[in-house]
């Protein structure tokens, strides 16, 4: 299996609302990643998850906030999102170890803030 | 901190004409190199990398990117573009930082559109 599972694909939710990303890998990866695209721009990192810890944080606002249950799944819970935070959100996976390693990304979820 | 240029936003050509899209990138220690393709409504594909070794690397769709590390470029070539090639190209670079993981650091993309 060498696939990036990530649910909902699309997710509309209004500012007040609680919502989750999810985000599943059987590779075996210990490293998992959250990019955000906004429309014709590239992701950008948000959040990097090296055996289940968080390593880094790209000065993310708080209202999202990222959880790795296991090494296995990745999640991303959003609350009192603005509009500007409509974008693709990605999902990555990648070896983590001594030297580099290619990070294979999910289809994303496409969210919308109204 | 790292950074990638892709000089070429928006690139058009006709179908069999030759393809090179730029890539630039800064960054004073190892670097691993990639492209990515995203066609329209899907999600990112990788095309190539280079880790180590030839720095003439062939990816997938007939693809090929040469590492020239004196000029800190990774530029992706095709002979014959296809209709098919018209999407979203990023190149990215990786490069740990301080053990915490790898970041990729994405180039703003190129734009292809090919005219069939």
Redesign the interface.
Known sequence: DTEVTQTPKHLVMGMTNKKSLKCEQHMGHR?M?WYKQKA??????MF???YEKL??NESVPSRFSPECPNSSLLNLHLHALQPEDSALY?C?S?H?GP??????????TRLTVL | AQSVSQHNHHVILSEAASLELGCNYSYGGTVNLFWYVQYPGQHLQLLLKYFSGDPLVKGIKGFEAEFIKSKFSFNLRKPSVQWSDTAEYFCAVNARRNNAGNMLTFGGGTRLMVKP
């Open positions: 490293a990643y014709k721009k590239p992701p950008e990192l990097v998850y090296s390593s880094i990605l990555a990648s983590q030297s580099y390693n290619e990070q294979f990304f999910g289809p994303g």
